[in-house]
């Protein structure tokens, strides 16, 4: 029996498949993740490895015994070629291929070789796919530059609007109170506001650049109730939209698969975002879903010229939810 | 004859003088600034020192002449024991007071001891001035949550919104074509926009944080002949307005002294924050000065006992000028 490992590493977590060329998963693990651009090359290395082992253990099998090895990541070659060395090390004996996160995303929702992926989580992005291939992206440049709608980008308008806040400078907003709460600052923002501006201060510039992305359900938890909050997550639909629609797709009707923690935990973020398409002449599925992982099992397979027509792709969505389960 | 040494550390330079109780000017020196959140306290402190030598050559002066020493500078008495340690190592035996970098742009443009400060550079803050202290302060939190109108805030507006344009996520700015120019991006927009977005993406994250602020002099280039341009300093010059009345300054026909590289360059920015001012009822005349130079002479002076009034607060301003004429 040919094994394949399947690896899917997002920003927060970092899973690993073993399965076979039907598409029947047979060991999973999930191991802590680590945004390679942050922590480096060797961490996320050393987490791609320790968790092919521990799935390898569960399903039985021998690093030797793996014939197709593919990892969905965002980035370079660079990285490939170190997480690539810790599994050759570990006994894998074929060479590990990348394969984009987007693209993971897209297969994990649909069977189709043609729509379009958008991802919202600590970054966002979307991709237009035809004939299995990326051929246009959107976004995806960062917290400086890009990333509308992001988690960072809700995040640093939510810190902004309760600094502003404080500072008499912007209008309340019940965000400012589950900030400081949730960043744990204490003190009375009536006598003396400077000291509580100090203090939230030295806690988030403590924090690495995209990590204030934390504090973006803040938003989602108030949208309803606070007319702030409210703006920043339709600002955050206006952008999503507008980032697909920049993809230019021919066929508005192919499907849209939604993915990332911002937009697959908050459903109303992601019906808005479905409402604005539709106004804008998308008529396709909308379709969301956890990760890569399925996405990138279709990927491997494919690579190794096993067709994944619908059935196969119900059976990985189905398998895998199972070894997840027992995981 | 009682000699003073007077420094004052901006984010891009650091000026010394050596001058007398009378405020007249008798050395004077420049040396390279360095933002010392970014550098750390060692470069800085060597600045201080090396400027401080050159400025005591120029007067003909030595270390140990120098009864009052004062710094003034943004932030923390950690930062000035740096600099006191190595001006004592010169042979300068007196300690180094600290003062307020906003307060010494305060009484750089006037004599009186209230109203209020606005600064614009690379951050941007407000202080209200009483008595000769500052009573309250606005803003000046730093580019992830404030600094509205600084020059950081500007740029970040200019280069995210070039990269929309260039992602055919928003409107066309003349602003596109002036960033890559500027950041010595090449390539054809038309045939790759993800290439020239790869080389701008890489180019621009490998800036330090609130290093971007050197693009903000693009959107003033462009803010007469271009709608996006144009909207960038509107929002500068209200969002510096909303600082300063959020001082709530008891009197509103006190003085205004606005500084900083951004509002002192800028004279558009400071007419239309002087105007939006006006029609909030801010009566107090507005004065534009380059620097906290002359003010940190003042605080140097009346730390010391000296009155500093109108007649010598001129002669300070125009023996400063002649020093640096010559310098």
Redesign the interface.
């Given at each position: 029996m040919q094994l394949f490992l399947t690896l899917d590493a997002g920003g927060t977590s970092t899973r690993a498949v073993v399965h076979d060329a039907t598409g029947t998963c047979l060991g999973y693990a999930v191991g802590s993740g680590g945004n390679p651009t942050a922590s480096g090359v060797a961490p996320v290395a050393a987490t791609m490895r320790s968790t092919t082992e521990q799935a390898l253990q569960r399903a039985g099998a021998q690093p030797a015994q793996v014939c197709h090895a593919l990892a969905a990541m965002a980035g370079s070659t660079v990285r490939l070629a170190g997480v690539d060395a810790g599994l050759r090390d570990l006994g894998v004996p074929v060479p590990l291929h990348l394969g984009s996160d987007l693209e993971a995303m897209f297969f994990s929702g649909t069977a189709a070789l043609d729509g379009a992926a958008l991802v919202s989580g600590t970054g966002a992005a979307a991709i237009v796919v035809a004939g299995g291939v990326t051929t246009g992206?959107?976004?995806g440049?960062?917290w400086?530059?890009?990333d509308?709608g992001s988690g960072y980008w809700i995040a640093?308008r939510v810190?902004?609007a309760a600094?502003?806040d404080l500072?008499?400078?912007?209008p309340r907003t019940a965000l400012t109170d589950a900030l400081l709460s949730a960043a744990g600052v204490t003190g009375d923002r009536t006598s003396d506001k400077?000291a509580l501006?100090d203090q939230?201060?030295s806690l988030?510039?403590a924090i690495p650049?995209p990590g204030?992305a934390r504090f973006a359900p803040l938003a989602f938890d108030l949208a309803d109730t606070d007319l702030i909050a409210g703006d920043i997550v339709e600002a955050a639909a206006e952008g999503l939209a507008?980032?697909v629609l920049?993809l230019?797709c021919a066929d508005a009707s192919s499907p849209l698969i939604v993915g990332g923690s911002v937009l697959y935990h908050q459903s109303g973020l992601r019906s808005t975002v479905t409402e604005l398409l539709r106004d804008s002449d998308w008529t396709g599925p909308v379709h969301a879903v956890s990760d890569g992982t399925a996405g990138a099992i279709c990927m491997n397979l494919r690579r190794a010229g096993v067709a994944v027509d619908v059935p196969t792709h119900a059976r990985i969505i189905a398998s895998l939810q199972q070894v997840r389960t027992n995981a």
């Open positions: 992206r959107s976004d440049r960062g400086l530059l890009g509308v640093r810190v902004r600094t502003a500072d008499h400078r912007g400077d501006l939230l201060v988030l510039y650049s204030i507008d980032t920049a230019g």
